[in-house]
């Protein structure tokens, strides 16, 4: 019980002074790549159907739909922001696959309305300490297929929105107690391809919020919801965790700096494949006519997730975005790896079904000992060359970042693509508002000010 209750007074006690200034900064980065990343996904096969059912479901005005406008209650505004941000799949991660980012930006920003207003400093203390909590649950964890985003996501929105709405130590705490009762989510969404694996964040997004309102009206949870007999870390590390490691340094070291930022718009776990032939493209000039077979060694992780013959079906967008043999021909044939090629025209399209019949996922059990998307790729020609490329840590990830000039290029593609939906797109001085504002949030007295710049024109 000691754990959960340090955990729920750092983040009832944290204040803006107590951050380090890197830490300030990967929140506003992750902040600047969630806006892009609603944007782009927006429009995409889920969001729509899913802004007209909360739109029936009516309820309180209390906070916006981003893009689209209107006000919903503000769980419901944070779910859908959530859903869009993943529907890009541009957001950031953690090695494990857990999405705080697309989790917890919509949460503050929902709850920074539902409260009337909160200022830059409170908005990123609340991102920090909720985001932290979490990643340090997930650090220890192994889920065996459960999604992490949905079973450990909750963590963070629970926190965050408790942090805005100012819950007291033992609210708090049973804040993150419901967060464990509510939390739930499975990696099936995404080996079956389904418009679900988007809408896991939302639930995330929708259930930390209630989570902390119910917390606000006394209502309780399980106290030992961490290392109780049949607590978190009894289902998601079979009994093997130490409790004090999620504690350990809090305040002081911060499990968050190593979120990673995806440089294409599809599963983490493909970054590597997809590095490694832009990489062979550039290095031998190699081309589809040319290659007579394409073998891709990931870690068997990797391979049971992404790594499964190639199904169009009824999502051929997401389909697309979690399959190793789709994102290995799309960057051969079309020598990229961007939004639009993941449409479901671009998907569909017929010489991309040829080019991934030469493409042959393998799980090597070998391979994973420094980072767990490792992938080794070898290209055979049919002039009898073979090329070879290993990629060990994918850019963007923190042993190997992306400069600050390249996370300004993927915001900036996202708002390119966004506005091909767009009646018209947003001008150059909103767009550069916004990213002044992102960067200077702690000087914000209400960050609600920047929701105007977030919706369509």
């Not at 106290?223 to 130490?242: P, R, W």
Request: proline residues 4%; contains cysteine.
């Amino acid at each position: 019980m000691g754990e959960t209750v340090v955990l729920a007074n750092y983040v009832a006690k944290a204040r803006y002074e107590d951050l380090p200034k890197e830490v300030i900064d990967l929140t506003k980065t992750i902040i600047l790549g969630i806006v892009g990343a609603i944007f782009a996904g927006a429009h995409n096969k889920g969001c729509k159907e899913l802004v007209e059912q909360i739109k029936e479901w009516g309820g309180e005005e209390e906070s916006t739909i981003l893009v689209y406008g209107g006000k919903v209650p503000a769980c419901n505004a944070a779910m859908l922001s959530s859903a869009m941000a993943r529907a890009s799949n541009l957001d950031d991660a953690t090695i494990t696959g857990l999405h705080i980012g697309a989790c917890s930006f919509p949460t503050a920003l929902a709850m920074a309305e539902f409260v009337g207003g909160c200022s830059g400093k409170e908005f990123l203390t609340s991102l920090v300490v909720g985001s932290e909590i979490a990643a340090r649950i997930n650090s220890q964890c192994v889920y065996g297929g459960f999604d992490p985003t949905g079973v450990c996501g909750i963590f963070a929105t629970a926190a965050i929105a408790g942090k805005i709405i100012g819950l007291d130590l033992k609210e708090m705490w049973n804040a993150l107690a419901l967060a464990f009762v509510r939390g739930g989510g499975s990696f099936q969404a995404i080996v079956d391809n389904s418009i679900g694996a988007r809408i896991i964040s939302g639930f995330v997004c929708q259930g930390g919020i209630t989570c902390a309102q119910l917390a606000k009206k006394n209502v309780n949870g399980p106290q030992n919801f961490l290392e109780g007999i049949y607590g978190y870390f009894h289902f998601y590390t079979q009994d093997g965790f130490d409790a004090q490691l999620v504690v350990e340094g809090l305040g002081e070291r911060y499990e968050i700096s190593k979120t990673l930022f995806k440089q294409y718009p599809s599963c983490a776990t493909t970054s590597g494949c997809t590095q490694a032939i832009l990489e062979l493209i550039e290095e031998k000039d190699i081309t589809p006519e040319g290659v007579s077979g394409i073998t891709v060694k990931v870690t068997p992780r990797s391979h049971r997730l992404v790594g499964g013959a190639f199904v169009l079906g009824d999502n051929p967008a997401v389909s697309g975005k979690y399959s190793i043999e789709y994102c290995v021909a799309n960057a051969l044939l079309r020598k990229s790896s961007k939004l639009q090629d993941f449409d479901e025209s671009s998907v569909s399209d017929p010489p991309i079904m040829e080019l991934i019949k030469k493409v042959h996922p393998i799980a090597d059990s070998t391979l994973g000992s420094k980072c767990s998307h490792e992938t080794d790729v070898e290209v055979k020609m049919k002039s009898g060359a073979v090329y070879h490329k290993r990629v060990d840590i994918p850019q963007g990830y923190p042993e190997n970042p992306l400069s600050k000039e390249q996370h300004l290029v993927r915001f900036r593609d996202c708002i390119k693509y966004a506005e091909d939906s767009m009646s018209k797109p947003l001008s150059s001085g909103n767009i550069e508002k916004i990213i002044w504002q992102i960067n200077h949030l702690e000087r914000m007295e209400d960050v609600c000010s920047i929701v105007p710049l977030l919706l369509s024109p």
